[in-house]
């Protein structure tokens, strides 16, 4: 693979995608999208034949109303060409990422078919403007919404640990194999890949030295779970592959006393002694001492970079070595992490 002609299209891909390339598009889904939004509020409310659903009813109606008003303000002729240039950019990368690594091109194959469902949709509506035909268009302009956002935080994910797609791995780097079973959205996969590259950050700078002199340089990325091979400044490679190693013996250990899925501890001094951030930094020459405050800050955001990156993974694989629960202890542990990701939606 070319990785430097990948991560160009990559970047241009992202570019395609944005608000300023395809405006109108935006424009639209911003205006439409929100009916949904309103409907997912209680919407067990909008079903019941009483005071209460006739309100919610009427609510919704007239908020349609109102936005029919709107979207006539949008030119359906201009929507269209910009729609047919983004299709066409779509197709184009979807050609080269074939090629390249196919994993891109199933994010794009959504964002497609969402797309031709929009205007299908969107063409219905403009013969019709009623209520029902605006609220079909509703539903495929979130649902468009939605595959165009985790497409492009995948992306951003991406493009932010590729600082510079111009160093090539060679042996004075050191290198991680990180593989994760767990990554059940787009979301996540973005999310976890931002860890990361937060976690390595905050190590590299307690060496005294920042990602613009050892930038992570991405060897592999694989879809359908996780896998990542980067290489970057040798002792901080050793020091995220121990402190990974720890992490997640830790969370998993926790789960096999409490059944219950576990974060790092909170207080600094016990995250130090657990991970030995301090006592590997001063093995590997550098005085704790003189960076204290440094160490319990970047132990803090390690920490909790962790829990997301480890916390919700009954099988963890670094650098060929597998960490696991095994079969029985491995699905419960995946139905808590199922229940805890319903939760958390339902609190957000």
Known sequence: M????????????????????????????????PIVNELRKNPQDILTENNLGQQKRLQVTNQIKQIIQKEKAIKFRNLIVQSARLEEGLQSAQSFLN?????????????????????????????????????????????????LAATKEVLGGVLSLNISSEIEVNAELGSLDLYLSNVTSLKSFAQKLDALSEIYNELINLYGLTENDYPIVIEHLENGSLW??????????????????????????????????N??????????????????????????????????????????????????????????????????????????????????????
């Open 2 to 33: 070319n990785r430097k002609r990948l991560y160009k299209n990559l970047e241009n891909l992202s570019r395609l995608l944005s608000e300023s390339s395809v405006p109108l598009i935006y424009e639209a889904i911003n205006l439409f999208s």
């Open 99 to 147: 090629k390249e690594d196919s994993y891109y091109s199933d994010f794009l194959s959504e964002i497609e078919q969402n797309l031709e469902n929009f205007l299908s949709c969107y063409e219905n509506h403009t013969r019709a403007y009623s209520v029902s035909s605006c609220l079909s268009l509703s539903v495929s302009a979130s649902e468009l919404n939605s595959s």
């Open 228 to 261: 990542v091979k980067i290489a970057g400044h040798t002792l901080t490679a050793t020091l995220l592959t121990s402190i990974l190693t720890t992490a997640t013996l830790h969370y998993q250990e926790q789960f096999t006393v409490t059944g219950q899925l």
């Open 263 to 348: 974060q790092l501890p909170v207080a600094v001094k016990v995250a130090d002694n657990l991970l030995k951030i301090s006592e590997s930094l001063e093995k590997d020459g550098v005085d704790t001492s003189e960076i204290k405050e440094n160490v319990e800050s970047a132990t803090r955001k390690i920490s909790k970079k962790l829990d997301i990156l480890l916390g919700d993974q009954p099988s963890v694989e670094i650098n060929d070595v597998e960490l696991n629960l095994g079969d029985v202890a491995a699905n419960l542990f995946l139905e808590e992490a199922k229940n805890n990701r319903l939760e958390h939606h339902k609190d957000s």
